[in-house]
């Protein structure tokens, strides 16, 4: 984390006729009630982490919980009420308004809930929306554009307008868009949201396809927690304004900071999400049976051969080193203990 | 007591009746008051008191404050006159370039102002006329009459009636397809064969300037009123006002500033049409999802971008529905504006009812109204045309409405020149048909109207007198008997009731204008005509509204009726009554109550089609019947959009009451008539106007602040 794109320091956001007079009254200890009483909405409360280059940070919360304010405070849309926020090193707080526009038309890309589509433009039209504002020649940003359809299978639709396409459709179109000008940051808010579960699943799988290729720095916002754990590289839990934990998807299931995110956690089919590597026992590297496992595996995908051994089950990595093990009845704690009998 | 203690409106209701009408019996008629026929300011009388402010002598009739309050607003209409009248000869002289003489000339700047806008839509006109009618006017504004002289090409025809009957085919076929194509096709045929082309072409010259003038405006004053709350909050109140204030209220003061004729005409609409252009543009602004907006912002739009390349285009149909609210009512401007002398169909049809010549007043009037189906029909469409793909189409698919066009052209010039030799003595059908040398049903529709005053002249007569006598002198008198402060009491009273405080105060305002004002007596005139017919119109509109509601074709058959109703101009409907009726109370009434009750039925149909399926199948699945469904189910939820009905059926009483001054009534339309034709009319005519429209805003208040009430109380907000 030496070089964070995305940077935050003591976020806030607070909405309301007197926040900043209020905000700085606390002294940064905001009282979401007290700030009621007045009149005020508190939606960011404290907000301080960072994203690295090529990370993907989901922002998991229930509506209301501040998320989607946070996205739009990082992008600028609305502005911060105190704390500083840095892409790449530079204070977004400071930059004027060109330099803002500047950020957005190189830097930055969105994807929307809603599609927010240009209902009077085609798919490709819609596509080379940002490259023409940017100012490059028609036919170029169309030239560039119909990569961008073809980059997320809409190939033969280009000249379809928004209301003839499905709503998987018109967010391909959502996220080629925002694509389109090679962003480095990209944010997500909520995208796959308004879409149909089966839908959902293959936006889902088309996304971390298009993330292996493209290694953006992300930020994906959403209220379902499966998909933030299959997403993630990391995840931040929100409610009421405060990010209540931001941690990997493994350690947020197995060490809960918060009652609040326990209850998250409880009902989530450990044997997907944990890795082998996350449950594995570093020390005791002796005794163990011919089978090796790698550590990447999901413990889903290996449990069967695992508990058909009777010795701890060798851990190795992508080198075939042996890392680690891991006992059989280690397995049947991970993904059956530790649940309803602790309530 | 329980039933008070149950429904605490109730009792706060009849208190507020048992003090208005203990006020009325208490407060007795004084021995010298008799309604005014004449104008007060005008007669001399000893009795009169007068009081002197700012310079300004008003004379009135004094009586008990609690009978009539004193006319403390009557300085108003004179200072506002005197104003325009100061700052168009007085104020601000300066020197201009006369372009005739050749030499500077001293002139107030706003009558130079004036002049200017004037000489530029007078060019405008012109132009357009140039074109549909032939004319040199133009070409000579921009060369000299030596050019023309000189240059025989210059004396250019206008289009053949058949290039323009073409065109209108044509792009009724693009926006919308061959069923408007017909129509528009057929209507452009029966003008030109009813020798009322001229007229026609003049009106739609008029509309072709006013309408894209008011367009650009009352976008720009959207975009401004969007984009900065202060510019809403500045237009807000006079948005309210203008679309309660009469139309030909505003006639008169234009009339000051920028004289009689098209010209006056043209601004004066412009001043009527972007009021609703703005609402529209400013709705249709707001409606852009944010999220829309932020990918434009994300996709680094600046403002400039963001407004016109992604708010604008995605508010698309807002905004063209603002264009039909701009035609509609430019085009209804221009058949009233002939009492400021625009010409045009309005002009003939004004012409023809001061005759009395029905027949032909029927055949301007069929024009007018056919002409606004099309206007309508036509502007819609285009607002509900969606944008198609042209890229893969060839030359000739994507341009082959403009070739079509091209190919009429021709062949109209072809045919104008074989007419030219077929007609060689009178006039040249194929190239246009003169003013009312075309065939002619008015002996017809006169003979007929002669007919029916023969047959039916008994019938008419008794009712006529049994409504005039037995409902409407009667409900007058009641009217006129209501002393001010009963009358304050109880709309002030209605104010506290529905809307707290603030509704109290708003009503206590705009009721304190006019009691004020020296036309108090008259607007009570004007409410109780307008109280006749929103009654009737609302009994018949709920009644047919219900009764077409129980089978979907007849409800859409019904809401088919009320669109082709309202777009004709008020006017129109005179024709018809006076037909029947002649020149009587009861023709207005009955055009009110016509009028009025498009949409009475149009919000009772809507009204019980918002209340959700979803409640509908609750019911039916409950066991109710359909009657038990009307009236348990739909009535209490469609209720307040019924209300929203009421207040749209006032206005447009209203509005007919005052032009319904034309036939002859005795109420504030009858002064705006006289201010018309005065030429110190212009404070009293905008005085007057006002006045009506505080009429209409009073209502207005009360009912919006309830349905908004009734239905944050059912939570359908």
Redesign the interface.
């Known amino acids: 984390m030496s070089n964070p794109v995305i940077k935050c320091e003591n976020v806030f956001k607070i909405f309301g006729s007197n926040a900043e007079k209020m905000l700085q009254d606390s002294n940064g200890n905001v009282d979401a009630k007290t700030f009621q009483e007045n009149g005020c909405i508190v939606g960011v409360n404290n907000a301080s982490f960072e994203v690295a280059k090529g990370e993907m940070l989901v922002v998991m919360g229930l509506s209301g919980s501040g998320k989607s304010t946070l996205l739009?405070c990082i992008?600028r849309?609305t502005d911060a009420t105190g704390g500083k926020i840095f892409i790449e090193g530079q204070d977004l707080l400071e930059l004027n308004?060109k330099q803002l526009?500047?950020l957005?038309?190189?830097k930055?890309?969105?994807v929307?809930?809603?599609?927010?589509?240009?209902?009077?433009?085609?798919v490709v039209e819609n596509i080379a929306?940002?490259l023409q504002?940017?100012g490059i020649e028609i036919e170029d940003s169309i030239a560039k554009a119909m990569d961008m359809v073809k980059l997320v299978g809409l190939e033969g639709r280009e000249?379809?307008?928004p209301?003839e396409l499905s709503g998987g459709q018109q967010q391909r179109v959502?996220i080629a868009?925002?694509l389109a000008?090679e962003p480095d940051i990209w944010?997500l808010d909520e995208p796959f949201s308004a879409l149909d579960p089966l839908i959902r699943k293959e936006m889902q799988d088309e996304f971390l396809r298009l993330q292996e290729k493209l290694q953006k720095t992300i930020m994906f916002i959403t209220h379902d927690f499966d998909e933030a754990l299959k997403l993630a590289d990391r995840i931040a839990i929100m409610k009421d304004g405060i990010i209540e934990q931001l941690d990997t998807p493994a350690n947020i299931v197995l060490n809960p900071a918060t009652e609040y995110v326990r209850k998250f956690t409880e009902e989530v089919p450990r044997e997907k999400v944990l890795l082998i590597e996350d449950v594995m026992d570093k020390s005791d590297t002796k005794d163990l049976s011919e089978l090796k496992v790698s550590k990447d595996e999901t413990i889903e995908n290996v449990a069967e051969k695992i508990l058909s051994q009777d010795k701890s089950v060798a851990v190795i990595d992508n080198d075939n080193k042996i890392i680690g093990s891991i006992n059989p009845t280690k397995i049947i704690n991970t993904v059956f203990g530790g649940r309803k009998n602790n309530n | 007591m329980e039933f008070i203690k149950k429904y605490p409106k109730v009792f706060q209701w009849l208190f507020l009746l048992l003090i208005f009408f203990g006020l009325c019996f208490a407060i007795e008629v004084p021995e010298t008051y008799k309604f005014i026929r004449g104008q007060a300011e005008f007669v001399k009388d000893p009795n009169q008191n007068f009081y002197i402010f700012l310079g300004k002598e008003v004379r009135y009739y004094p009586f008990d404050v609690f009978w009539r309050l004193p006319p403390l607003l009557g300085w108003l209409p004179i200072w506002i006159n005197d104003s325009l009248f100061f700052l168009m000869n007085e104020w601000l002289p300066m020197e201009f370039w006369n372009e005739d003489t050749q030499s500077y000339k001293t002139r107030p700047l706003v009558l130079q102002i004036t002049r200017e806008v004037t000489s530029i839509m007078t060019f405008l006109i012109e132009l357009i006329r140039d074109i549909l009618l032939g004319g040199l006017k133009t070409i000579v504004a921009f060369t000299s009459w030596d050019f023309v002289g000189s240059n025989s090409w210059a004396k250019m025809p206008g289009l053949p009636w058949t290039i323009v009957a073409a065109g209108a085919a044509i792009l009724a076929y693009q926006l919308s397809g061959k069923g408007l194509a017909l129509f528009a096709g057929l209507v452009m045929v029966y003008i030109s064969i009813f020798g009322q082309w001229k007229p026609s072409m003049q009106t739609l010259s008029f509309i072709l300037v006013a309408a894209p003038l008011s367009f650009v405006f009352g976008l720009g004053l959207g975009i401004a009123a969007f984009k900065n709350k202060r510019v809403e909050k500045a237009l807000y109140p006079i948005l309210l006002v203008m679309q309660t204030m009469p139309q030909y209220a505003v006639l008169v003061p234009a009339l000051v500033l920028f004289g009689v004729g098209d010209h006056a005409a043209v601004i004066i609409t412009m001043i009527v049409a972007v009021p609703p252009m703005i609402l529209l543009t400013l709705l249709g602004l707001r409606a852009v999802?944010p999220?829309?907006i932020?990918?434009g912002?994300?996709?680094?739009?600046?403002n400039w971008?963001l407004m016109f390349?992604?708010l604008i285009?995605?508010a698309?149909r807002d905004i063209l529905i603002g264009v039909n609210q701009v035609i509609m009512v430019c085009f209804s401007m221009a058949v009233i504006s002939a009492f400021i002398g625009a010409k045009g169909l309005g002009f003939n049809l004004l012409l023809a009812l001061n005759q009395l010549n029905i027949g032909l007043a029927l055949e301007a009037g069929l024009c007018i109204s056919l002409i606004a189906i099309l206007l309508d029909k036509m502007s819609l469409a285009w607002a509900n045309k969606?944008?198609d793909?042209f890229?893969?189409l060839t030359f000739y698919e994507r341009n082959k409405n403009a070739i079509y066009f091209g190919i009429a052209v021709f062949i109209g010039i072809v045919l104008a020149y074989l007419g030219s030799f077929y007609f060689k003595q009178g006039f040249n059908y194929l190239f246009e048909v003169p003013h009312n040398k075309g065939i002619s049903t008015a002996d017809f529709w006169n003979k007929g109207v002669d007919w029916i005053f023969d047959t039916f002249f008994v019938y008419i007569k008794a009712f006529n007198t049994w409504l005039i006598v037995e409902v409407l002198q009667p409900m007058r008198a009641l009217y006129l008997r209501m002393p001010a402060v009963a009358t304050i009491v109880l709309v002030v009273g209605a104010g506290y009731l529905i809307g707290g405080i603030r509704s109290a105060l708003v009503v206590c305002g705009l009721t304190l204008f006019i009691a004020l004002s020296p036309w108090w007596d008259r607007a009570l005139v004007t409410t109780y005509m307008a109280t006749f017919g929103v009654i009737v119109s609302c009994i018949i509109g709920f009644t047919v509204g219900t009764l077409c509601f129980q089978n979907k074709h007849s409800t859409s058959f019904m809401l088919g009726v009320c669109d082709i109703f309202q777009t004709f101009p008020s006017f129109v409907y005179l024709i018809p009554v006076m037909m029947l009726f002649g020149i009587t109370d009861t023709s207005v009434l009955i055009a009110v109550i016509v009028y009025a009750t498009i949409p009475a039925t149009r919000y009772t149909i809507e009204g019980l089609r918002s209340v959700p399926t979803a409640l509908h199948d609750a019911a039916t699945m409950s066991g109710v019947n359909k009657f038990q469904r009307l009236t348990k189910i739909e009535f209490p939820l469609a209720f307040p959009h019924m209300m929203l009905g009421l207040n749209q059926t006032i206005v447009f009483a209203l509005f007919m009451v005052i032009i319904g001054a034309f036939i002859g009534t005795e109420d504030l339309g009858q002064y705006i008539l006289k201010a018309l034709s005065d030429k110190n009319g212009a404070g009293i005519g905008l005085t007057l106007g006002i006045c009506v429209a505080f009429i209409g805003l009073i209502f207005d208040n009360l009912i919006r602040t309830w349905v908004d009430n009734r239905k944050k109380h059912l939570g359908i907000a």
Do not use: W
Not at chain 2, 297 to 302: A, E, I, K, V, W
């Open positions: 739009r992008s849309l308004n526009i500047d957005r038309r190189n930055m890309g969105m929307f809930q809603s599609f927010a589509l240009l209902p009077h433009k085609t929306f940002p504002i940017k000249n379809y307008f209301r959502g868009r925002s000008v944010f | 999802p999220e829309v932020e990918a912002r994300m996709s680094g739009c600046n971008q390349k992604v285009p995605t698309r969606q944008v793909y890229g893969n």
